[in-house]
């Protein structure tokens, strides 16, 4: 990676620093949520409640340093629900690709939670939280890699008893004027990683801490964001891990790097502003630079890096390695 040791240490140290409020980290999604317009508060006065909708472009999808989207355009778009109390619920929606996740080509994103102020510190916000991810149509069943075929020559899957990606989380932060921060932690296995699909056992309890900066500069409306995080997944790959008996694969779990560890540590940082076009307001612009390490299991040779889809051949990308992300979208 493209980073000294000194950097490594000083991100590693801020991912823990606090445990502060940030939404969960889409690129797009959250920098729209920073550009509701004052002409969105007018329009629902009176009412307890207001309803916002998103919808953007983004030149890659990154999800915590990782790209979700092989490296190419998505576009994504959601709605969010919030109540004067501080309740809050929404949906949100992105293209993924079919080669992290075979036979879904969306990510569907549901989540609830409360947010609030605490009195006695001024600036000072909480919340609390849960949020599903999830992939309709895909399944670790679907886990198929080229040249391990079954006997009428058909790819093979290689995690036959294998169950779906979908993720719930349990999280909770607090914030202060621009600076938050969070920990995610998991109700379910990390993304369907457990003993049927080759690792040494249940992934439950993975956790991301993130500590997030949205600070608004004096010139042109912009706003500087920054983000660090830390992935630990409670497990590891088991290279040991043989399927063959039930019809999967001898070794599900190999990569040419051996790497057996997905934890790391990823940060972005960039340019947002806030602009309108015509009388439309609520228009949102970013440039960001994403990035994150373990490049031995997210790159190429490594087990993260490499395609599941298996059709018509098997691909492999650095799935992690340090991208520009353009956005462009509009909160309504």
């Given at each position: 990676?493209?980073?000294?040791?000194?950097?490594?240490?000083?991100?590693?140290?801020?991912?823990?620093?606090?445990?502060?409020?940030?939404?969960?980290?889409?690129?797009?999604?959250?920098?729209?949520?920073?550009?509701?317009?004052?002409?969105?508060?007018?329009?629902?006065?009176?009412?307890?409640?207001?309803?916002?909708?998103?919808?953007?472009?983004?030149?890659?999808?990154?999800?915590?340093?990782?790209?979700?989207?092989?490296?190419?355009?998505?576009?994504?778009?959601?709605?969010?629900?919030?109540?004067?109390?501080?309740?809050?619920?929404?949906?949100?929606?992105?293209?993924?690709?079919?080669?992290?996740?075979?036979?879904?080509?969306?990510?569907?994103?549901?989540?609830?939670?409360?947010?609030?102020?605490?009195?006695?510190?001024?600036?000072?916000?909480?919340?609390?939280?849960?949020?599903?991810?999830?992939?309709?149509?895909?399944?670790?069943?679907?886990?198929?890699?080229?040249?391990?075929?079954?006997?009428?020559?058909?790819?093979?899957?290689?995690?036959?008893?294998?169950?779906?990606?979908?993720?719930?989380?349990?999280?909770?932060?607090?914030?202060?004027?621009?600076?938050?921060?969070?920990?995610?932690?998991?109700?379910?296995?990390?993304?369907?990683?457990?003993?049927?699909?080759?690792?040494?056992?249940?992934?439950?309890?993975?956790?991301?801490?993130?500590?997030?900066?949205?600070?608004?500069?004096?010139?042109?409306?912009?706003?500087?964001?920054?983000?660090?995080?830390?992935?630990?997944?409670?497990?590891?790959?088991?290279?040991?891990?043989?399927?063959?008996?039930?019809?999967?694969?001898?070794?599900?779990?190999?990569?040419?790097?051996?790497a057996t560890?997905?934890?790391?540590?990823?940060?972005?940082?960039?340019?947002?502003?806030?602009?309108?076009?015509?009388?439309?307001?609520?228009?949102?612009?970013?440039?960001?630079?994403?990035?994150?390490?373990?490049?031995?299991?997210?790159?190429?040779?490594?087990?993260?890096?490499?395609?599941?889809?298996?059709?018509p051949s098997t691909?492999?990308?650095?799935?992690?390695?340090?991208?520009?992300?353009?956005?462009?979208?509009?909160?309504?």
């Open positions: 990676m493209r980073q000294s040791k000194l950097i490594t240490a000083v991100l590693a140290t801020l991912s823990f620093a606090n445990f502060a409020h940030a939404d969960e980290p889409k690129v797009l999604h959250e920098e729209l949520k920073e550009a509701k317009a004052p002409y969105m508060e007018e329009k629902q006065a009176g009412s307890d409640w207001a309803a916002t909708g998103n919808i953007g472009v983004v030149s890659d999808y990154y999800f915590r340093g990782i790209s979700q989207s092989w490296h190419k355009p998505t576009v994504q778009g959601g709605m969010d629900i919030t109540h004067s109390s501080g309740f809050y619920t929404g949906v949100w929606g992105s293209g993924v690709t079919p080669n992290t996740y075979p036979d879904a080509n969306t990510e569907i994103d549901v989540y609830a939670g409360f947010n609030g102020t605490i009195p006695t510190v001024e600036k000072l916000g909480y919340t609390v939280g849960v949020y599903g991810y999830l992939y309709p149509g895909g399944s670790w069943k679907k886990y198929k890699f080229t040249g391990d075929n079954n006997p009428d020559g058909t790819l093979k899957s290689q995690t036959p008893k294998g169950g779906r990606w979908d993720t719930y989380e349990l999280n909770a932060g607090l914030s202060y004027d621009w600076i938050s921060a969070k920990l995610s932690y998991t109700l379910t296995d990390w993304f369907g990683a457990d003993k049927d699909t080759g690792w040494n056992g249940s992934t439950k309890g993975s956790t991301y801490i993130e500590l997030n900066a949205a600070y608004p500069l004096p010139w042109w409306d912009l706003t500087l964001i920054a983000h660090v995080g830390r992935l630990n997944v409670a497990g590891k790959l088991d290279p040991n891990a043989d399927f063959s008996a039930i019809g999967g694969g001898s070794a599900p779990s190999s990569s040419t790097s051996g560890n997905p934890d790391y540590t990823d940060w972005k940082i960039g340019l947002s502003k806030a602009f309108k076009i015509g009388a439309t307001e609520g228009w949102n612009a970013g440039v960001y630079w994403i990035e994150s390490d373990n490049s031995r299991y997210w790159g190429r040779n490594g087990y993260g890096g490499s395609s599941f889809n298996g059709a691909q492999f990308k650095n799935l992690n390695d340090g991208r520009v992300v353009l956005t462009l979208g509009r909160t309504f």
